[in-house]
């Protein structure tokens, strides 16, 4: 069993400009599908390797654990962490730095565990090729996107990638509209992104 939610594990990229190395597929359906494959031909052993968590937003896994605290504040996202110095493990720019704390603040868990505190700055004010900056704004298109009222089918035009046997694009949809929701509600929580992110 691997345990990622579906937001990291199916991975769409929040941008065009994110296809390829931004995206990284190790938690994937399809590869975890052919890993499968390739470990039951390789070991000859009958295996099955499942993520429980495949159609689950990251605020809907920690939900299931928020009471336990413990568990949560010893856990690491962040893209950065082998290269943080200090007291944190935790960069707070990164996408999955943003997704961590979208899913932690929507669960009313509040952690002092990132080295900048991206949600609090005034966007606007900094820099355009400031790696924070860029990444919540196109994480707040992203959320504006999953907030529309667009068909799936216009869904899937946009990701082609779900439509992969590996996925069902029905539910991977819903998740995504969900996360949609919780980040929006997040967001709703910082006055000073009203301007950048609705």
Known sequence: ?????????????LTTGRISAFSTHTAHPEFVYCMNQILK???CFNMNIINPFLYKTKAEVVSILKNDFNTIEHTVSCWKS???????YHCGECIPCLI???????????????NRDLLSE??????????????LLELAEFVRFFETTVSEAEITEQYPELLNECIDAK???????????QARTVFNNYKNLTSVVS
């Open 100 to 114: 961590r704390r979208i899913a932690n603040e929507f669960n009313g868990i509040i952690l002092d565990e990132f």
């Open 41 to 43: 031909n390789v070991l």
């Open 1 to 13: 069993m691997i345990a990622e939610n579906g937001q990291m594990a199916i991975h769409l990229p």
């Open 171 to 181: 539910r991977a949809i819903e998740m995504h509209r969900r996360f949609a929701k």
């Open 82 to 88: 082998a290269r943080m110095t200090g007291h944190s």
């Open 122 to 135: 005034v966007i606007t004010n900094l820099d355009e090729n400031d790696s924070g900056r860029r990444n």
